[in-house]
C-alpha cells in the first residue's frame, strides 16, 4: 500500500510498526478525476480495474493458482498455518461448518469435503450472465471475488441471494446472511464485481430487497448499508495488496468505502483518503502519529471536535478519546490495529502493529 512506516520501542518493551496513511489519494488512482461523482466515476474506476488487470490466474494448476495466492492473502493474523473463512464464526464448538480458521493445507480436492475448506465464488457463478466458469483463466477465476470458507458452509450459502438480517450467518429461507463479521466484506466484493464485469456479474442479481438510493437501480441498498455498517478489516486490506501483486488490479471500495456513496449514494461510508467527501481530495494539513510509553500521540489536530478511535483486525471499537490528542493502548495484545481520526468532515486511517 503507499504509505510511510515508522517503528518505536515501547517504555514496556513491545515494539511497534507504525505504518502513517497520508491524507491523499494513491497513485494507483492518479487517472480518475475525483471531481466527478454517479456514473462518471463509475466508469473511470471501472476502466481502471480493468486495464490495470493484467495477469488472469488459473483456477487449478501446477503453477501459481488460485489456491496458491488464497493461501496467502486469507491467512489469519499472527498465524500463518491458517486461513481465515469467510461466514465463520465459531472455533469451538466442534461443529466445521461454523468455525472461523482452518489450517491452509486442509483444502478440498474430491468429493467427501467435510472439515476441508474450499473456494466460495461471493458473486455466485449461476448468478453471473453468462455463469462463470474456471475451466480456464478470467471472471470466473478472478480472486478478488473467491474467498476460503467452509465446504458445508459453502454448500449452505450456494447461489442463494444475498439478504439483511443480523447476528451469525445463516439460511433463510431461500436467502443467506453472511454475518455481522463478514456483510461488508461481500458488498465490496459484490461492488468490485460490477465494475469489473458491468454487464456479466450485475448487483442487482447478487442480493435481495429494494434499491433506492442509487439513481440507475444498480445497486441494491444492502451492499451500501452494508458496506458502512462493517468497516474494511485488515484482512481485506492484506487481501487487496496481495491480489493486487498477482493480478495487477485493486479493490477500490477497500481502498476508499465511501467511493461507494459517491457512485450510488446511501448510508456515508467510511473516506479513507481525506478530502472526497467535499468531491476534491484534501490537499491541507495532514494527521502524523508518534507511539510512546504506551500512548497513541496524535498531531495535527486544530480547535475542531475531534474523534480518535482505535479498532481491532476485526474491525471492533476498543477504545475512543474525543478530549486531547492522545489513546492509552498499553493493554493491547499483539496484533495490527487501526486508528481512526475524525475532524472537520475529514476521515484518516492509520494503521500500527504491536509485536
Known amino acids: 500500500m503507499f504509505i510511510r512506516q515508522r517503528a518505536f520501542e515501547l517504555f514496556f ?10 491524507a491523499q489519494v494513491p497513485e494507483y488512482y492518479a487517472s480518475v478525476n475525483f471531481e466527478s461523482q454517479g456514473t462518471d466515476l463509475q466508469a473511470q474506476l471501472s476502466n481502471l480495474i480493468s486495464a490495470t488487470h493484467t495477469t488472469f490466474i488459473p483456477y487449478t494448476s501446477s503453477s501459481t493458482d488460485t489456491w496458491d495466492i488464497l493461501r496467502i492473502s486469507d491467512l489469519e493474523f499472527n498465524n500463518s498455518s491458517n486461513v481465515l473463512l469467510i461466514y465463520g464464526h465459531n472455533d469451538t464448538d466442534g461443529v466445521f461448518s461454523t468455525d472461523r480458521t482452518r489450517d491452509k493445507f486442509d483444502t478440498c480436492h474430491s468429493s467427501s469435503c467435510v ?40 454448500s449452505q450459502r450456494s447461489n442463494r441471494l444475498f439478504i439483511d438480517s443480523s447476528g451469525n450467518s445463516k439460511v433463510l429461507g431461500e436467502y443467506f446472511y453472511p454475518g455481522d463479521e463478514w456483510k461488508g466484506d461481500v458488498a465490496r466484493i459484490i461492488m468490485y464485481m460490477y465494475l469489473r464485469y458491468p454487464t ?72 479513507s483518503w481525506g478530502g472526497l467527501s467535499n468531491g476534491i481530495p484534501n490537499n491541507g494539513p495532514k494527521f502524523s502519529m508518534a507511539v510512546s510509553f504506551g500512548f497513541i500521540e496524535i498531531f495535527g489536530l486544530n480547535s ?46 492509520i494503521k500500527f502493529v504491536v509485536q
Open 200 to 271: 456479466q456479474c450485475e448487483a442487482v442479481n447478487s442480493a435481495a430487497g429494494p434499491i433506492t438510493y442509487a439513481v440507475n437501480d444498480d445497486m441494491p441498498d444492502v451492499f451500501l448499508e452494508w458496506n458502512q455498517e462493517d468497516p474494511v478489516s485488515n484482512l481485506e486490506l492484506t487481501r487487496n495488496d496481495v491480489i493486487f501483486s498477482y493480478q495487477g488490479n485493486r479493490n477500490p471500495f477497500i481502498d476508499n468505502p465511501f467511493l461507494a456513496t459517491m457512485i450510488w449514494g446511501g448510508p456515508e461510508a467510511e473516506e
Open 304 to 349: 475542531e471536535p475531534h474523534k480518535i478511535t482505535v479498532f481491532n483486525l476485526l474491525g471492533q471499537q476498543l477504545t475512543q478519546n474525543e478530549k486531547t490528542n492522545r489513546v492509552d493502548i498499553s493493554k493491547l495484545n499483539p496484533g495490527i490495529y487501526v486508528t481512526r481520526i475524525e475532524q472537520s468532515g475529514r476521515h484518516i486511517l
Open 13 to 22: 518493551g513491545c515494539f511497534l510498526a507504525v505504518q502513517l496513511l497520508s
Open 115 to 154: 472439515g476441508l475448506w474450499n473456494r466460495e465464488h461471493v458473486f455466485a457463478k449461476s448468478l453471473a450472465n453468462p455463469s462463470l466458469t474456471t475451466n480456464e483463466p478470467g471472471p470466473g477465476t478472478d480472486v478478488h471475488n473467491l474467498r476460503a470458507a467452509d465446504s458445508q458452509k459453502n
